[in-house]
């Protein structure tokens, strides 16, 4: 799994590429941890180049999720392919977290 | 062939072990999530040289994971032991049939109740979510107990669900 972050204005685009599974997901929870404890509120995941997720993943978006909202920010998701896109809608994720085609329309919302 | 395996009984019923009609490949690791790649990597295969699409080929991989993943964490109360995967072609000769054995304690991981799945953010319970995702990408998933093995057994058709 590759993980990056860049900021936009007051906004986190963590873009997250390859796998995220049970081997990877905790990068993924490290990563969000050390950002909100940087006070950062508002996220946006870019899963353009994620090709893969399984329940530790959506696991760990939900947890960031609820983190975020509690911190009084938001995190919402964008660029989903596929097979991720099918866990997703399988999971009900799309209903509870805002999902964008791109991340300049997550950015604008 | 079917008579030379084990018969599983569930409920009372026996059941019959599945034909073997072509080589059975399988796998045998420590029961470990830092062995999970290796099994997931070989289900991959076997799916794809049964000429399962990619699609076809990452809900294999996602259903395999989900279970390997339960062995792991809740077979074997962290002591050691062991995960055998194995990959038969099925009956109907386009579908493969995925078969994971522990011998850990008895879990039936699919009489889980179903998640939730519609409540808000603050609400959502974050368990759950693995089995539904093995019933989801899987045509059919039984489990069986019998003389100390758990055993998954999982078909796939061809195309996707």
């Known amino acids: ?109 | 062939m079917a008579d030379t395996l084990p018969k599983i009984s569930r409920c009372g019923t026996h059941f019959q072990a599945f034909p073997r009609e072509f080589a059975v490949k399988s796998i045998r690791l420590p029961a470990e999530i830092d062995n999970l790649r290796t099994f997931v990597s070989f289900v991959s295969d076997c799916a794809r040289k049964h000429g399962f699409g990619r699609e076809r080929v990452s809900d294999v991989e996602l259903a395999v994971e989900e279970a390997v993943t339960n062995v792991c964490l809740y077979a074997y109360d962290r002591e050691r032991g062991e995960v055998e995967i194995s990959c038969l072609q099925g009956g109907d000769s386009r579908s493969l049939v995925i078969e994971i054995r522990d011998w850990g304690k008895a879990f039936d991981a699919l009489s889980a109740p179903l998640p939730d799945l519609t409540s808000g953010l603050e609400d959502r319970d974050i368990g759950g979510l693995g089995v539904f995702l093995i019933r989801k990408m899987a045509d059919e998933a039984n489990y069986f107990r019998q003389a100390g093995q758990n055993l998954l057994r999982l078909i796939f058709s061809s195309s996707c669900r």
Do not use: W
């Open chain 1, 1 to 109: 799994m590759q993980i990056s972050v860049s900021k936009h204005d007051d906004t986190q685009v963590v873009s997250v590429g390859g796998r995220m599974d049970t081997v990877t997901a905790p990068e993924f929870d490290s990563e969000m941890e050390e950002l909100l404890k940087q006070d950062a509120k508002r996220f946006v995941l870019d899963f353009g180049k994620l090709e893969y997720v399984s329940s530790a993943g959506l696991r760990s978006i939900l947890v960031a999720a609820k983190k975020a909202k509690a911190a009084g920010g938001s995190v919402s998701c964008c660029a989903l392919q596929s097979m991720v896109k099918k866990v997703f809608d399988l999971a009900g994720f799309a209903a509870m977290i805002p999902v964008f085609d791109s991340v300049e329309e997550a950015l604008n919302r």
